[in-house]
């Protein structure tokens, strides 16, 4: 083999890893809007995280994917719907270990608000982004720490009086 084959190769390699770890992220962003659905569970969690993954929110942090599910589901459940968009995964690899930064826009809507024409009042609009690490294991690459940083908030919505913020 050549060493323009080998390069080629190797960066074919590192463009599938990267691509497999930004689904990942994706997968969790997409399941931001979804947790209530019956198939987020345990087993859901574990095909993007490691079983002892770390996650930093701004309300606290959290270890593992126990629990995961559940918190999740009360997180969206405060909310009569969200929406979250992510953008310019920014991954680097390193051998068995990857970084990444994704940039993310949301919107949460008060309960019995209609969704055309949502008034200010009655939704929270943030943007922030996710730092990220990702190991590859025996199962593909799994996120092991995921820290989230809002950079701004706008809106007058506020989850249902039910939501607690425990961990």
Known sequence: MTASATTVDGRLAERLDKDEISELIDRYLVTLDTAELSDRDLAW?????TDD????FPIGER??????????R?????????????????????????????????????YDTTASGVEHAHRMDMGG????????TDRGWRVDYLRFVVVWLSGG?????NYSTAL
């Open 63 to 72: 270890v593992g994917t126990e629990g995961l599910a559940e918190f999740q």
């Open 157 to 161: 919505g506020k989850p249902n009086a």
């Open 45 to 49: 969690y574990r095909r993007i995280f």
């Open 129 to 136: 982004y996710y730092d990220v690490t990702a190991v590859r």
């Open 74 to 110: 009360t997180a969206r459940l405060a909310w009569q719907a969200t929406h979250h968009v992510s953008a310019n995964h920014v991954v680097d690899v390193a051998g068995d270990r990857a970084t990444a930064r994704v940039q993310l826009i949301g919107t949460h809507l008060d």
């Open 53 to 56: 993954v770390r996650l930093v």
